[in-house]
Nanobody, 118 residues
Framework: QVQLVESGGGLVQAGGSLRLSCATS????????MAWYRQAPGKQRELVAG???????NYADSVRGRFTISRDNAKNTVYLQMNSLKPEDTAVYLC????????????WGQGTQVTVSS
């Protein structure tokens, strides 16, 4: 059973920083693309940042220059360093991964709350 488990969320003041982690466990052959999404109350889920196995990244315009996605392939873990946080960054942050087992399937973590106070 493949699982993605996020950690690192919390309450921070505007201008502060947080680092999210998402660890993958279970039985699988490989992990392809990994990404972070977020969903604020009453809003649609949106892509925050993605990273390929080779390290190519893409970011939402709203976080580019403030957030950095990275991954440790040996630990099957993806990270999101969030700096210069704004109140509008408040959301549940979810980890997402394309994982190759018997086939390729998309897995989601349960989410971690990030709250930025003004």
């Amino acid at each position: 059973q493949v699982q993605l488990v996020e950690s690192g969320g919390g309450l921070v003041q505007a201008g502060g920083s947080l680092r999210l982690s998402c660890a993958t466990s279970g039985s699988f052959f490989s992990i392809n693309r990994m990404a972070w999404y977020r969903q604020a109350p009453g809003k649609q889920r949106e892509l925050v940042a993605g990273i390929t196995t080779g390290g190519s990244t893409n970011y939402a315009d709203s976080v580019r220059g403030r957030f950095t996605i990275s991954r440790d392939n040996a630990k099957n873990t993806v990270y999101l360093q969030m700096n210069s946080l704004k109140p509008e960054d408040t959301a549940v942050y979810l980890c997402n991964a394309d994982i190759r087992g018997a086939g390729v399937r998309v897995y989601w973590g349960q989410g971690t709350q990030v709250t930025v106070s003004s």
